[in-house]
T-cell receptor, first 111, second 112 residues
Framework: EDKVVQSPLSLVVHEGDTVTLNCSYE??????LLWYKQEKKAPTFLFML????IEKKSGRLSSILDKKELFSILNITATQTGDSAIYLC???????????FGTGTSLTVIP | NAGVTQTPKFRILKIGQSMTLQCTQD?????MYWYRQDPGMGLKLIYY???????DKGEVPNGYNVSRSTTEDFPLRLELAAPSQTSVYFC???????????FGDGTRLSIL
């Protein structure tokens, strides 16, 4: 059965800290891995990763995929209170059009 | 710039009632999805569609039905509401298989 596991489940840090969120997967015939940020409402897209070892970056956020070891990390540097959210990882296999989501990491950034 | 629009935002149902959750997108996306999100859990796929007239079951389809008569609309129907269907429901769409999904703001549904 396909599975996506995120760790840690929750995290509390102070403003300015750097955090690393983890996503490991067991998905047959991998196609892509996506990271989303979810605040009060809809998940908003952050990154889509398809190739191993290539870092995607947007401001203070970056992500990288390791297809050999079947995991991805999401890094946030110089955290701000606005980074407080649930971060979701999703994996799509080549077969079918389904996405498998992890349970998310809840990040709280304290001023 | 509406994107994916879901209605209603909140609803309370009694056990055994039926209702339709509406989802419409104005981006001409072929792919549309319905998810449910329970507390502490990730999103679980209920149904999806790759184009008008085509629908398929996801991980948790029992108790739900969908239709896709137009590209824009993808309603989700609950026929006999049960307490286990209390959840937040998200609709999403994407243009093709190489693009990420865009999500609506969700419908919070409680069944009492």
């Amino acid at each position: 059965e396909d599975k996506v596991v995120q760790s840690p489940l929750s995290l509390v840090v102070h403003e300015g800290d750097t955090v690393t969120l983890n996503c490991s997967y067991e998905v047959t015939n991998f196609r892509s891995l996506l990271w989303y940020k979810q605040e009060k409402k809809a998940p908003t897209f952050l990154f889509m990763l398809t190739s191993s070892g290539i870092e995607k970056k947007s401001g203070r956020l970056s992500s990288i995929l390791d297809k050999k070891e079947l995991f991805s990390i999401l890094n946030i540097t110089a955290t701000q209170t606005g980074d407080s959210a649930i971060y979701l990882c999703a994996v799509e296999p080549h077969t079918g059009n389904q996405f498998y989501f992890g349970t998310g990491t809840s990040l709280t950034v304290i001023p | 710039n509406a994107g994916v629009t879901q209605t209603p935002k909140f609803r309370i149902l009694k056990i055994g009632q039926s209702m339709t959750l509406q989802c419409t997108q104005d981006m001409n996306h072929n792919y549309m999805y319905w998810y449910r999100q329970d507390p502490g859990m990730g999103l679980k796929l209920i149904y999806y569609s790759v184009g008008a007239g085509i629908t398929d079951k996801g991980e948790v389809p029992n108790g739900y039905n969908v239709s896709r008569s137009t590209t824009e609309d993808f309603p989700l129907r609950l026929e006999l509401a049960a307490p286990s269907q209390t959840s937040v429901y998200f609709c999403a769409s994407r243009s093709d298989g190489n693009q990420p999904q865009h999500f609506g703001d969700g419908t919070r549904l409680s069944i009492l």
